[in-house]
């Protein structure tokens, strides 16, 4: 081929590992490519949760900022950290195809669950956090962050019980325990388990490789769990669960919104065919609103003002 493709990615080893994966796809189709680690404000930053920092986006800046200034052509992310809206002149090029989507839980143990002591759980996910504690309102959730080595570091260094992960990163690197806790009772964050390759708008020649790497129904339910995303959001940080599933011509669709202290839930489930499946979650979100979804954004908002 006449252009080799400069693969922007962040350094940890998950992110190494998905954007190797893109590089053999398109090798197997005859394009040659190269590898650019570049670091994140994600991964420098480590000691302030991320709704703190207060950046859109604060994994995947640093790669659209390389892609404008063409030190890259195209980017590789995990799809659940990219926000809504992309850069002006940056184009969402693929969605491979999703791996598992679940949350897990790395335990050290799991007699906690069955008494009243109080138990520490980390993780460094609103969405997770607001979850769990629902479900366990008299545990503490404590913020993790870091890669994932990092994290499972963290976890062993200290007197946590458990420490919340999706499954697909701890799988891809190899590094899945085997007696994990599946939280099947966790809804994902919207896109969890897929991969997402953008591209310069203007880059005809990468834009038509990446097209070939496409996997259509993984576009079609991450795009529906970023529009509910979306459209509930409005450049909020805040503890949402969307997931998409499709099933023969149809599609299952769960979406839920918590408050941040987890005492407050709004959940929507809806089944519809294939073809009328285009606004399905931006549909949810505005049912979701009218539900008492817009008071209770409102409120975190505030409360998110109020940390910053």
């Given at each position: 081929m006449s252009k080799i493709i400069r693969i922007g990615t962040r350094d940890s080893e998950l992110a190494l590992w998905q954007a190797t994966t893109?590089?053999?796809?398109?090798?197997?189709?005859g394009y040659d490519s190269t590898l650019i680690p570049i670091k994140s404000t994600g991964?420098?930053?480590?000691?302030?949760?991320?709704?703190?920092?207060?950046?859109?986006?604060i994994f995947t800046?640093?790669?659209?900022?390389?892609?404008?200034?063409?030190?890259?052509?195209?980017?590789?992310?995990?799809?659940?950290?990219v926000p809504t809206q992309l850069p002006k002149g940056i184009v969402q090029a693929a969605v491979l195809e999703r791996a598992v989507t679940e949350d897990i839980l790395v335990h050290k143990g799991l007699d906690f669950l069955n008494n009243e002591v109080p138990a520490t759980i980390a993780t460094g996910s609103l969405r997770r956090k607001a979850q769990w504690l629902n479900k366990y309102p008299n545990h503490n959730v404590v913020d993790l962050r870091g890669?994932?080595?990092?994290?499972?570091?963290?976890?062993?260094?200290?007197?946590?019980?458990?420490?919340?992960?999706?499954?697909?990163?701890?799988?891809?690197?190899?590094?899945?325990?085997?007696?994990?806790?599946?939280?099947?009772?966790?809804?994902p964050a919207p896109a969890q388990g897929a991969m997402l390759v953008v591209a310069m708008d203007n880059?005809?020649?990468?834009?038509?490789?990446?097209?070939?790497?496409?996997?259509?129904?993984?576009?079609?339910?991450?795009?529906?769990?970023?529009?509910?995303?979306?459209?509930?959001?409005?450049?909020?940080?805040?503890?949402?669960?969307?997931?998409?599933?499709?099933?023969?011509?149809?599609?299952?669709?769960?979406?839920?919104?918590?408050?941040?202290d987890g005492r407050q839930k709004l959940q929507i489930e809806k089944t519809v065919s294939l073809a009328s499946a285009k606004e399905l979650g931006q549909k949810c979100a505005k049912e979701i609103l009218q539900k008492g979804g817009d008071k209770l954004m409102e409120e975190i908002r505030n409360e998110n003002s109020a940390l910053h």
């Open positions: 893109v590089q053999n796809q398109l090798g197997d189709l991964d420098q930053v480590l000691d302030k949760p991320l709704y703190e920092l207060g950046i859109t986006g800046k640093t790669l659209d900022v390389a892609m404008l200034k063409g030190q890259i052509d195209i980017a590789v992310h995990s799809m659940k950290d890669n994932v080595n990092t994290r499972l570091i963290k976890l062993i260094e200290n007197d946590w019980q458990g420490a919340i992960f999706a499954k697909a990163g701890l799988e891809r690197i190899k590094l899945l325990p085997k007696d994990v806790l599946h939280l099947d009772w966790m809804v880059d005809e020649f990468s834009r038509e490789a990446l097209q070939k790497l496409n996997h259509s129904n993984s576009e079609l339910a991450t795009r529906i769990e970023r529009d509910f995303l979306r459209t509930l959001e409005g450049g909020c940080t805040a503890p949402i669960g969307a997931l998409a599933h499709m099933e023969n011509e149809n599609v299952q669709f769960k979406g839920v919104l918590f408050s941040l």
